[in-house]
């Protein structure tokens, strides 16, 4: 037999848990007793009716096979196909993530720039970062009264943070050498800016913005529990509320595949971005 | 007498230190370089020859001095004086080529990319990067290759005058001597003004018409100025044949040896503190005329 590579084997190896792990899943499942096995008194108790039960895995591929081949259907406010609701999801993510992008990457700069400025807003930066994005909320459907904007601002509010401080970090860590190239070539601060600061720092502010799309995508989930009406959050709600324990696996699934989806675009923005010294 | 090309006059530095009181780097240094000189300055660690070259660059300012340059007061950096820097300083993120048209760009802002292009390539070859080559990033050249790049960026500016940091400083004993003969190729078509650091005696013979010799700080004083008399064109293996070459050499280094200890640590008592210049030439007769009243022939 042939060598495989370490790629070759790792794939098989996963595949091989993959399999081992859904016979496993299957075979614990414990098959629902039919009514007429039952004695009259446990059909009187009605045990007749179906018990709700963890699926088996063959149940969640028959729905996702059922909701895949129809992404995009819309019956009404309760339901929506899985591609309508993964796209309300992104959408908000994407529209708070760019505000803040807008906010934390040029204010990220002055900090990194201005060690003034980083001291006066070091301590409300520490203060407002640890705060759990979901305790915005509250304050948020208050002052701007619409669920949609809210749950964009809990976006905003928990994304800003990781693109802020490292923007900030990488600003400030750029070489004294590549600066004094730029200055012994009499550019001005703005082609400094893009031509040497914004390069050398980019593989540090990409990382942040990294790292901030997996938070917002962690807590749009959450915030959509509680706002209700659209999107994938609400839709493992309400699916729950429906005990149809095979969506709520399902949905779960693809909540973890879109951000994989995610973070590897922006993986392979970082590989774009990246230089070795 | 009329201003040398780059006039560097009165020239102080001074640092707190930690004790709160003041430490003098060098104080009230003098001296002169003139158009289409190449000038060396020798001197060991920590007595502000790296000062004084951020100081001509623009990078810093002293604390008291003046420096001159084509009649015109130093105060920032400019594309007129080139720098190159002992670590490369290259934009890893940009490719050779792109590092040099980055600063033909900047300095030439109404030219088109084919003609930023070609006269990046020009200076590229000069230093003997051409073809593929040039398209690397300089993580993917070596340090030889990547200070060619940096050597082509400074002269494809063609500044008013260049300033070389210690530029062979990070590269082995060979490939230094290849690129110290490419400097001199590429300075002997561009007649450009080049100041250059270095701690090596005999690349300093080699590349320079005249040597600076710093004593060391602090109190350093740039305290003799060393003429090589040593014709051009020159190259490394011929030069060691010259008769002035090792009179000059022992000369140097007995300066770095002894007599840069024994000058530190005098203040100048405001003196303006010029270098005393330096001839040495074997192949005149010993005891004819001195060329010069200011000039001391050292026939040891």
């Known amino acids: 037999m042939p060598q495989l590579s370490i790629n070759q084997r790792g794939a098989l190896l996963s595949v091989v848990i993959l399999i081992v792990g859904l016979l496993f899943w299957e075979a614990a499942i414990p098959p629902q007793q039919l009514a007429t096995e039952m004695t009259e008194y446990e059909r009187l108790m009605g045990g007749g009716s179906p018990r709700a039960a963890i699926p088996p895995p063959s149940d969640i591929f028959a729905k996702a096979w059922e909701e895949l081949s129809n992404p995009f259907y819309d019956a009404g406010p309760n339901d929506k196909g899985i591609g309508i609701q993964i796209g309300y999801s992104i959408y908000r993510v994407l529209s708070g993530y760019l505000l803040a992008a807008a906010v934390a990457i040029p204010l990220g700069f002055l900090i990194g720039m201005s060690p003034v400025a980083y001291r006066a807003l070091n301590p409300y930066i520490q203060v407002l970062r640890p705060i759990s994005p979901l305790a915005w909320m509250p304050l948020a459907l208050f002052v701007i009264r619409d669920s949609e904007a809210s749950a964009i601002f809990v976006i905003f509010i928990c994304s800003i943070w990781p693109m802020l401080l490292n923007t900030a970090f990488g600003v400030a860590g750029v070489r004294k050498d590549w600066v004094n190239v730029a200055r012994t070539h009499e550019l001005g601060a703005v082609r400094t800016a893009f031509q040497v600061i914004l390069p050398a720092a980019a593989p540090t502010i990409v990382t942040g913005m990294r790292i901030s799309i997996g938070i917002a995508w962690l807590v749009i989930v959450a915030a959509e529990m509680l706002v209700g009406g659209t999107g994938i959050g609400y839709y493992v709600w309400n699916e729950w509320n429906n005990l149809d324990l095979t969506s709520v696996i399902f949905s779960i699934l693809m909540i973890g595949i879109v951000g994989m989806a995610l973070d590897s675009a922006f993986g392979a923005l970082q590989r774009v971005v990246a230089y070795a010294e | ?300």
Request: charged residues 20%; contains cysteine; aromatic residues 6%.
């Open chain 2, 1 to 300: 007498m009329a201003k040398p090309f780059l006039s560097v006059e009165r020239l102080t530095q001074t640092y707190p230190d930690a004790a709160g009181g003041e430490t003098t780097v060098f104080e009230n240094a003098s001296f002169g370089i003139e158009r289409g000189e190449f000038v060396c300055i020798l001197g060991h660690s920590g007595c502000g020859k790296s000062t004084i070259m951020n100081i001509l660059a623009g990078l810093a300012s002293p604390t008291s001095g003046v420096v001159t340059m084509d009649g015109a007061e130093v105060s920032g950096p400019s594309l007129d004086r080139g720098v190159v820097f002992q670590n490369y300083s290259l934009l890893p993120w940009l490719s050779a080529l792109k590092n040099v048209s980055f600063g033909v760009q900047a300095r030439h802002k109404d030219w088109s990319k084919v003609d930023v292009e070609a006269h990046s390539r020009k200076y590229l070859a000069m230093v003997g990067l051409e073809g593929d080559v040039v398209l690397r990033k300089p993580s993917q050249l070596s340090g030889g290759m990547r200070q060619r790049v940096s050597i082509a960026r400074a002269f494809a500016n063609q500044p008013k005058l260049l300033l070389l940091d210690e530029p062979f400083g990070a590269l082995d004993a060979l490939t230094r001597g290849t690129i110290q003969e490419e400097l001199l190729k590429v300075w002997s078509q561009t007649e450009q003004t080049v100041f250059m650091i270095t701690h090596d005696i005999d690349e300093a013979i080699l590349l320079a018409d005249r040597i600076l010799l710093m004593t060391n700080g602090p109190y350093a004083r740039v305290a003799e100025s060393v003429q090589i008399t040593i014709p051009r064109p020159r190259n490394r293996t011929e030069i060691v044949e010259h008769p002035n070459y090792y009179p000059i050499r022992n000369h140097l280094v007995q300066f770095l040896g002894q007599r840069s200890k024994v000058l530190s640590g005098q203040p100048s008592g405001g003196e303006t503190q010029t270098p005393e210049t330096v001839v040495i030439d074997k192949t005149k007769p010993a005891g004819g005329p001195e060329p010069e009243a200011r000039l001391r022939a050292v026939n040891d």
